[in-house]
């Protein structure tokens, strides 16, 4: 299994600008989980999503960001517009949730840089 | 609500002392899961170990060790006879059944030659 794959890897933006981030979870995992690292705040979780739905976006810090996953091999994590202060790694995990809860699995992050 | 707290943010060792770095979580789920990761300078996320909430028993890994107590609701991470390649910002996490997967702010350990 090729793991978690996000891309992009890295991505520098303007202020204003939309951003994508893009990932794919482990074939067969239902729950699928977006995180912000920084170092002021270290991993906070943006929102999760279990069988496609979003569960909890409570994390989500404006209306700016919005998550979507139209089906179970693919989630977007969306900024409109992207502010310098969205400047972070993201992370996407995915993981098996249910009787006998796997751990998360990680991608590789998207490194975010909005000057 | 979930909740964990590491309370060491920074540790600087001599390699081959042994460190033990601390979680304590806080969940009212009976049923939970806890785990460590491993945030290595290139910045993955590793995952090292994941403990149910019923079984305490403890766990040891090569150098690594784990040490479960829910009577004061902390799962310890010991590193013996650290190393180099030990240096990282470790994270404990906590799920219960269906819920999120909450991560402590980590412990970041370095391991002086």
């Known amino acids: 299994d090729a793991g978690v794959i996000q891309s992009p890897r890295h991505e520098v933006t303007e202020m204003g600008q939309e951003v994508t981030l893009r990932c794919k979870p482990i074939s067969g995992h239902n729950s699928l989980f977006w995180y912000r690292q920084t170092m002021m705040r270290g991993l906070e979780l943006l929102i999760y999503f279990n069988n496609n739905v979003p569960i909890d976006d409570s994390g989500m810090p404006e209306d700016r960001f919005s998550a979507k996953m139209p089906n179970a091999s693919f989630s977007t994590l969306k900024i409109q517009p992207s502010e310098p202060r969205d400047s972070a790694v993201y992370f996407c995990?995915?993981?098996?949730?249910?009787?006998?809860?796997?751990?998360?699995?990680f991608g590789q992050g998207t490194r975010l840089t909005v000057v | 609500a979930q909740k964990v707290t590491q309370a060491q943010t920074e540790i600087s060792v001599v390699e081959k002392e042994d460190v033990t770095l601390d979680c304590v979580y806080e969940?009212?789920?009976?049923?939970?899961?806890l785990f460590w990761y491993k945030q290595p300078p290139s910045g993955e996320l590793v995952f090292l170990i994941r403990?149910?909430?019923?079984?305490?028993q403890n766990e040891i890994s090569g150098r690594y060790s784990w040490n479960f107590q829910k009577s004061t609701s902390s799962f310890n991470f010991t590193i013996t006879a650290s190393q180099v390649v030990d240096s990282a910002v470790y994270f404990c996490?906590?799920?219960?059944?269906?819920?999120?997967?909450?991560f402590g702010i980590g412990t970041k350990l370095q391991v002086i030659p």
């Open positions: 996490a906590l799920s219960g059944g269906y819920q999120k997967v909450t």
């Open positions: 969940t009212r789920d009976t049923t939970y899961y």
């Open positions: 403990r149910n909430s019923f079984d305490e």
């Open positions: 995990a995915s993981r098996l949730s249910g009787q006998g809860n796997t751990e998360a699995f």
